[in-house]
T-cell receptor, first 113, second 112 residues
Framework: GDSVTQTEGLVTLTKGLPVMLNCTYQTTYSPFLFWYVQHLNEAPKLLLKSSTDNKRTEHQGFYATLHKSSSSFHLQKSSVQLSDSALYFCALSPMSNYNVLYFGSGTKLTVEP | EAAVTQSPRNKVTVTGGNVTLSCRQTNSHNYMYWYRQDTGHGLRLIHYSYGAGNLQIGDVPDGYKATRTTQEDFFLLLELASPSQTSLYFC???????????FGKGTRLTVV
């Protein structure tokens, strides 16, 4: 079936350091991948999305590249800020049912001063 | 920006009780969704709909009913609430294709 795996439940970093949040997926056909961010007591919001193999997508300093060969869509940022502390979800819309969004379990990023 | 409004924002009910969560979207979106969010599980799809009168089953439907009465309104019903249904519930809407999903602010439900 279609699924998304995020291996890190919690990531804690010092401000200014780089971060990579892992996301791998399983699906039969070409997928559309998303990253959503949820700040404390708020609704999840779209951060970035992609369906193009090996093309970097960027938004608000975050970036990700869809690699279909390894079924991955890792989220990266070169220098995290205190305001980046949030819950990050990787999500998948499979071609077999593109109107549904399947989420991973989420990674909580905490940035310390 | 797209608007999705959920009510109530917080609800406490007893085991075996009846609960209805409401959601209204003013985006003219075809698709509406109900998710539950639990630590360690992320967002799990309960039910969704692509239009008034339509209902599709999600990944965790047991114990939940849903009804889409209009293009705008989508309801989640718990007829015999159990403590395992204590969770944060999100409603969301989406247009056609791989477009952005817009979420409401959530309803925190506690079943005691």
């Amino acid at each position: 079936g279609d699924s998304v795996t995020q291996t890190e439940g919690l990531v804690t970093l010092t401000k200014g350091l780089p971060v990579m949040l892992n996301c791998t997926y399983q699906t039969t056909y070409s997928p559309f991948l998303f990253w959503y961010v949820q700040h404390l007591n708020e609704a999840p919001k779209l951060l970035l999305k992609s369906s193009t193999d090996n093309k970097r997508t960027e938004h608000q300093g975050f970036y990700a590249t869809l690699h279909k060969s390894s079924s991955s869509f890792h989220l990266q940022k070169s220098s995290v800020q205190l305001s980046d502390s949030a819950l990050y979800f990787c999500a998948l819309s499979p071609m077999s049912n593109y109107n549904v969004l399947y989420f991973g379990s989420g990674t909580k990023l905490t940035v310390e001063p | 920006e797209a608007a999705v409004t959920q009510s109530p924002r917080n609800k406490v009910t007893v085991t075996g009780g009846n609960v209805t969560l409401s959601c209204r979207q003013t985006n003219s979106h075809n698709y509406m969704y109900w998710y539950r969010q639990d630590t360690g599980h992320g967002l799990r799809l309960i039910h969704y709909s692509y239009g008034a009168g339509n209902l599709q089953i999600g990944d965790v439907p047991d114990g939940y009913k849903a009804t889409r009465t209009t293009q705008e309104d989508f309801f989640l019903l718990l007829e015999l609430a159990s403590p395992s249904q204590t969770s944060l519930y999100f409603c969301a809407s989406r247009g056609q294709g791989y477009t952005e999903v817009f979420f409401g602010k959530g309803t925190r439900l506690t079943v005691v």
